[in-house]
Nanobody, 126 residues
Framework: QVQLVESGGGLVQAGDSLRLSCAVSGVTSGSTTLGWFRQAPGKEREFVAVLWRGGSRTYYTDSVKGRFTISRDNTKSTIFLQMNSLKPEDTAVYYC???????????????????WGQGTQVTVSS
């Protein structure tokens, strides 16, 4: 059974940092793509970052490049999203997602990910 459990959200001020964690179980880490998405109120869920299966390639949406970093701790089966220089527009519920069958061109499409966590709220005040 695949489980993804996010943690680490909270209320911070603009310019602060947060690190989100996602505990992953029930997947073969080397063959599974793991990603972070977010959804702000009234908006569609959007791609944030992905750690492509195999663990060596990362991709980011343009608005977070240089500020966010996705990484993995294989010993603890956990992925992280380090978020620096946070902005009010980063406010959203953040979700981690996993899938073993994606092709590269589809990594930004939420509906193509099979497994999802419950989400963690990140609120950035100005």
């Amino acid at each position: 059974q695949v489980q993804l459990v996010e943690s680490g959200g909270g209320l911070v001020q603009a310019g602060d940092s947060l690190r989100l964690s996602c505990a992953v179980s029930g997947v073969t880490s080397g063959s599974t793509t793991l990603g972070w998405f977010r959804q702000a109120p009234g908006k569609e869920r959007e791609f944030v970052a992905v750690l492509w299966r195999g663990g060596s390639r990362t991709y980011y949406t343009d608005s977070v490049k240089g500020r966010f970093t996705i990484s993995r701790d294989n010993t603890k089966s956990t992925i992280f999203l380090q978020m620096n220089s946070l902005k009010p527009e980063d406010t959203a519920v953040y979700y981690c997602a996993a899938d073993g069958n994606l092709i590269l061109s589809s990594m930004r499409t939420p509906r193509l990910y099979e497994y999802w966590g419950q989400g963690t709220q990140v609120t950035v005040s100005s």
